[in-house]
């Protein structure tokens, strides 16, 4: 049964400064994974998509790197902003179709 | 162009009565998704459709739950007899498909959610 695990639970670090949220799985058949951010009362918004393939994804200060073998992808954060602060969720879409959610990291980036 | 909508955005309940949440995917998009958030917990996986059809449903909490979508675009969920540990965000995601096998992109987009509120 695939499993999705996120570290830390919860983050906070001064606004500026770079960072990095991790994703594990259990199960490395997966189709693609999928990094979102969850705001407060809103719903997700997507923020990068790799594909099984891929090894690695960027959009302007976000980069989002694959390593299926290992079972694990982090999410870089480049030079912080207050407006980082968010929830952020991986999620995985296996051979069966179903998408595994972590947890999430709570980011809080202290102006 | 117009994202995923749902409707109602706020519903409260009575515990046992039926309840139905509605989910307007982009246009186009053949994959639809429900999820559900609740307190402190994480987003769980409860049903998809890709067209009309629903090939796994195993991920619905209960009998008392229970999606359709007619003609390959707008999805409702149905909770019978509503109980309390009901409560929560209900989400609906589209993409252009459910599989990565047949086009290579398949990213969801999601709809704002219905919070859910059983008293």
């Known amino acids: 049964k695939q499993e999705v695990t996120q570290i830390p639970a919860a983050l906070s670090v001064p606004e500026g400064e770079n960072l990095v949220l991790n994703c594990s799985f259990t199960d490395s058949a997966i189709y693609n994974l999928q990094w979102f951010r969850q705001d407060p009362g809103k719903g997700l918004t997507s923020l990068l998509l790799?594909?099984?393939?891929?090894r690695e994804q960027t959009s302007g200060r976000l980069n989002a790197s694959l390593d299926k073998s290992s079972g694990r992808s982090t999410l870089y954060i480049a030079a912080s902003q207050p407006g980082d602060s968010a929830t952020y969720l991986c999620?995985?879409?296996?051979?069966?179709?179903?998408?595994?959610f972590g947890k999430g990291t709570r980011l809080h980036i202290l102006p | 162009g117009a994202g995923v909508s749902q409707s109602p955005s706020n519903k409260v309940t009575e515990k046992g009565k039926d309840v139905e949440l509605r989910c307007d995917p982009i246009?186009?998009?053949?994959?639809l998704y429900w999820y559900r958030q609740s307190l402190g917990q994480g987003l769980e996986f409860l049903i998809y459709f890709q067209g009309n059809s629903a090939p796994d449903k195993s991920g619905l909490p209960s009998d008392r739950f229970s999606a359709e979508r007619t003609g390959g675009s707008v999805s409702t969920l149905t909770i019978q007899r509503t109980q309390q540990e009901d409560s929560a965000v209900y989400l609906c995601?589209?993409?252009?498909?459910?599989?990565?096998?047949?086009?290579?992109?398949?990213?969801?987009?999601f709809g704002p959610g219905t919070r859910l509120t059983v008293l």
């Open positions: 790799i594909q099984s393939s891929q």
């Open positions: 246009s186009g998009h053949t994959a």
């Open positions: 999620a995985v879409q296996d051979r069966d179709d179903k998408i595994i």
């Open positions: 995601a589209s993409s252009l498909a459910a599989t990565s096998g047949a086009l290579p992109n398949n990213e969801q987009f």
